[in-house]
């Protein structure tokens, strides 16, 4: 078989290293906006995809040959490896993931299991290994951050507030730092089997920190993310940690040991840094000009492709996921434009 050729463009951006033009690839680049995986889902649950890895390669697959993107993301959820160590999830459409027990008391804590990825997720791991083979582009591994996935464990499914998650962070702190040590541990174990499989870069999905102020952050947070970072410094995989609605935690981010930085709509890349962040940044077009028109979308995205390329260490993506009623054509032409206009 022939070899292939690795396009190593996002992984040098990373680096902040020079590239000849700027990555793209997209949050929730695989999903139902995409007729071929709605008809995936027909005949699979979500955790049936994750289960066969023919097939969870195959949508991971999917995105990076319709759109052209410069790097994969697996397939799979924030909440994959939680359920094999006891938290009785299920994904439901339209819905997000529903949680049967959720937690209360650190007894309920005590009860989660340590994550064996070779016994909990060997699909998984399967899957990242078939498409090492397959891939001419990276593939980014990942996994939810603690506090957002102790807001579903907590909340028992999808939250605005994210009331219940913060009562028990106040209320019951040693049993909110033994779950955070229990997802901390949960995490790096997952994401060094991932990059030990094939993974060249993790993304961890901080997607609701947001929620908590500076103090707060720094407090109940910091200290797991600082330990999940460090110890992925031991491996060669640039590591992007991401959040929705959190450019008032930036300073704090910006001192933890990770290579880029994931921005949402909310924050440019030049308030970024002049805010003083030197590391590599992610994004981050707000999704919703996906479904504006053309002109409104294209002059936006060169705005951000302008002020990423002001430095090395720009990934081009969105500021969130994909939404289901994005269309295919678009999202193609997109990557197509900034690849493009990235080269001048
Ligand atoms: O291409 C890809 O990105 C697909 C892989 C992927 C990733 C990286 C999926 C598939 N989910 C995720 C991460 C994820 N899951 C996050 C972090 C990113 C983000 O903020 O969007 C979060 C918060 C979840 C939790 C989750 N799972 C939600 C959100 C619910 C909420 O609170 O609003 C939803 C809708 C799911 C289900 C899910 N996960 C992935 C897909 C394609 C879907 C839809 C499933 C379906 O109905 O078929």
């Not at 996921?321 to 197509?336: E, H, I, K, M, N």
Request: hydrophobic share 40%; glycine share 6%.
């Amino acid at each position: 078989m022939e070899k292939k050729v690795m396009n190593d463009t996002f992984l040098r951006a990373c680096r902040k290293e020079a590239t000849d033009y700027t990555p793209v690839w997209y949050m929730r680049q695989a999903g139902r906006y995409q007729p071929e995986y709605r008809k995936i889902r027909e005949q699979y649950s979500f955790f049936e995809v994750n289960e066969n890895p023919e097939v969870c390669a195959e949508v991971t697959r999917l995105p990076v040959e319709q759109l052209g993107v410069d790097a994969a993301i697996l397939f799979a959820d924030i909440m994959t490896p939680l359920k094999p160590i006891g938290v009785d999830v299920e994904i439901r459409s339209g819905v997000g993931p529903v949680i049967a027990n959720p937690i209360e008391s650190v007894s309920d804590v005590k009860r989660l299991l340590d994550l064996q990825p070779d016994k909990h997720v060997p699909m998984i791991l399967e899957a990242i290994k078939l498409l090492r083979e397959q891939l001419e582009v990276p593939l980014i591994g990942f996994a939810g951050a603690p506090f957002t996935l102790a807001s579903y464990m907590i909340e028992g499914g999808p939250s605005k507030h994210y009331h219940k998650t913060k009562a028990f962070m106040y209320a019951q702190p040693a049993a909110w730092q033994a779950l955070m040590d229990k997802l901390g541990e949960m995490t790096i174990t997952y994401l060094h089997a991932q990059i030990e499989a094939g993974a060249s870069a993790v993304q961890v999905f901080d997607s609701w920190v947001g929620a908590l102020n500076q103090e707060d952050y720094e407090r109940h947070i910091a200290p797991v993310m600082e330990s999940i970072f460090s110890s992925l410094q031991k491996t060669d995989a640039p590591t992007i940690y991401f959040g929705v609605g959190a450019g008032h935690l930036l300073s704090n981010w910006n001192q933890l040991p990770v290579d880029v930085l994931g921005l949402d709509w909310r924050t440019s890349i030049t308030e970024a840094r002049q805010l003083g962040v030197e590391k590599a940044l992610q994004g981050n077009l707000d999704p919703s000009l996906l479904l504006a028109s053309w002109d409104q979308l294209e002059g936006k995205a060169k705005e951000i492709v302008d002020e990423g390329r002001k430095k090395p260490g720009h990934i081009f993506n969105l500021g969130h996921g994909v939404f289901p009623d994005a269309d295919v054509d678009t999202l193609r032409r997109l990557t197509d434009m900034v690849h493009q206009y990235s080269r001048k």
